[in-house]
């Protein structure tokens, strides 16, 4: 999180509210349509109860940091990818909380107030640390700017690993390997809902836009929502947060590749047809 605070200034706030409406369109695709898309999903698939609430909170959570790098890789708008990852994160200690609540609270008792804080703690602390280093110590971000990387790799992989290695046994059942489905799915109609949406007549955005947009909806924080995961539901919970982060990230660089190396969405049905008939 720190990462991400020492990318952003104040004139980041005014761009803001320049763009109002790719950035409206994001958010909501982010605390919107994705916890009840991941609310259909799991209940069409009947996801296992270890697992349920878990996939419920991983559907909550604010943007990844590496859907900016994807919109690079794309040739999409990064600047908007920065904007809206930071603003869905700061959001995300009332977002979370309240949505978590809402939709698994009859099933798991949740504390909303204290996953607040938590949230308080983990996301918005370090954001803002990181905020004011860009701002007043601008020497010392040039110090540890290029170790951050480094840093998040080793964060996510141990958050990632943690819940995996612990509930190895459950995710190699029967119930264990029913997660991977839905999982793929959400992120599936996640990805391709922020392209489309992005294109709707009154809302239409540039194409670019629409790859960021893709990316950011479909790429979300998994690791933030393992670590609340496991401190509030339990380590089993944490185990779909764990999963989606490797499956995000493989389906979302794949499309950022698919993007940058100059491919388009529309010429899909076009090169299908052509490999089925002409091949």
């Known amino acids: 999180m720190l990462s991400i605070g020492i990318q952003l200034s104040i004139d980041d706030f005014a761009l803001a509210f320049q763009r109002p409406l790719p950035l409206s369109i994001g958010f909501m695709a982010q605390y919107l349509f994705k916890p009840f898309l991941g609310l259909l999903i799991a209940r069409a698939?009947?996801?296992p109860p270890m697992f349920y609430a878990g996939f419920i909170l991983?559907?909550?959570?604010?943007?990844?940091?590496?859907?900016?790098?994807?919109?690079?890789?794309?040739?999409?708008d990064v600047a908007l990818s920065i904007l809206l990852t930071s603003f869905s994160t700061i959001s995300?200690?009332?977002?979370?909380?309240?949505?978590?609540?809402?939709?698994?609270?009859?099933?798991v008792p949740v504390d909303a107030l204290a996953m607040s804080k938590s949230i308080l703690q983990v996301v918005l602390v370090p954001v803002t640390m990181g905020l004011v280093l860009?701002?007043?110590?601008?020497?010392?971000?040039?110090?540890?700017?290029?170790?951050?990387?480094?840093?998040a790799m080793i964060c996510t992989s141990l958050c990632i690993g943690s819940?995996?290695?612990?509930n190895r046994s459950q995710i190699l059942s029967a119930e264990g390997l029913r997660l991977?489905?839905?999982?793929?799915?959400?992120?599936?109609?996640?990805?391709?809902?922020?392209?489309?949406?992005s294109k709707i007549p009154l809302m239409r955005q540039e194409e670019a836009t629409c790859r960021t947009i893709s990316l950011c909806t479909g790429m979300q924080s998994s690791t933030l929502a393992g670590l609340l995961a496991t401190q509030f539901l339990g380590s089993s919970h944490?185990?779909?947060?764990?999963?989606?982060?490797?499956a995000m990230a493989i389906m979302g660089l794949y499309l950022a590749s698919f993007w940058g190396s100059g491919s388009r969405i529309r010429d899909i049905p076009a090169s299908v047809f052509s490999k089925l008939f002409y091949s």
């Open 45 to 47: 698939f009947r996801s």
């Open 58 to 76: 991983t559907c909550c959570v604010a943007g990844a940091q590496l859907s900016s790098y994807a919109s690079f890789l794309s040739n999409g």
């Open 92 to 107: 995300s200690v009332v977002f979370t909380p309240l949505l978590t609540g809402l939709l698994i609270g009859s099933v």
């Open 134 to 151: 860009n701002t007043y110590a601008k020497p010392v971000v040039n110090i540890i700017r290029p170790v951050m990387p480094f840093v």
């Open 163 to 166: 819940p995996l290695a612990i």
């Open 180 to 197: 991977l489905l839905p999982i793929l799915t959400f992120h599936f109609f996640a990805f391709t809902a922020g392209y489309w949406v």
């Open 238 to 246: 944490a185990v779909p947060a764990a999963c989606s982060v490797v």
